[in-house]
């Protein structure tokens, strides 16, 4: 069982930046942000591997979001800059289930409960 803590979200203007955090319970495999904005599917936003720090993120975010962990807290964060109103969604914190590591939502053993972010133009 991984509990997951978001924390962060709020509302900005285009252009300004972001941190999300999130504290979890034990280190699974990888960490991740996922997205959902009104009216879409959930999606992957950036991902990171526990044992090596390997990221990956979803092209609408590459060179703009950053992730990263403390592994002594326990704690994954999402650096946000350049955002845009494209951007807004809750995102979610994801702990992955062993030994599996991607965006694919079937990748997820648990999931935070989310935290709002709305950027205006």
């Known amino acids: 069982q991984v509990h997951l803590v978001e924390s962060g979200g709020g509302s900005v203007q285009a252009g300004q930046s972001l941190r999300l955090s999130c504290a979890y319970t034990s280190s699974p495999t990888c960490m991740g942000w996922f997205r959902q904005a009104p009216g879409k599917e959930r999606e992957g936003v950036a991902i990171?591997?526990?044992?090596?720090?390997?990221?990956n993120y979803a092209d609408s975010v590459k060179g703009r979001f950053t992730i990263s962990q403390d592994n002594n807290k326990n704690i994954v964060s999402l650096e946000m800059s350049n955002l845009t109103p494209d951007d807004t969604a809750m995102y979610y914190c994801?702990?992955?289930?062993?030994?599996?590591?991607?965006?694919?939502?079937?990748?997820?053993?648990?999931w935070g409960q989310g935290t709002q972010v709305t950027v205006s133009s």
């Open positions: 990171i591997v526990a044992a090596t720090g390997d990221t």
């Open positions: 994801a702990a992955s289930k062993p030994a599996l590591c991607g965006f694919n939502e079937r990748f997820v053993g648990f």
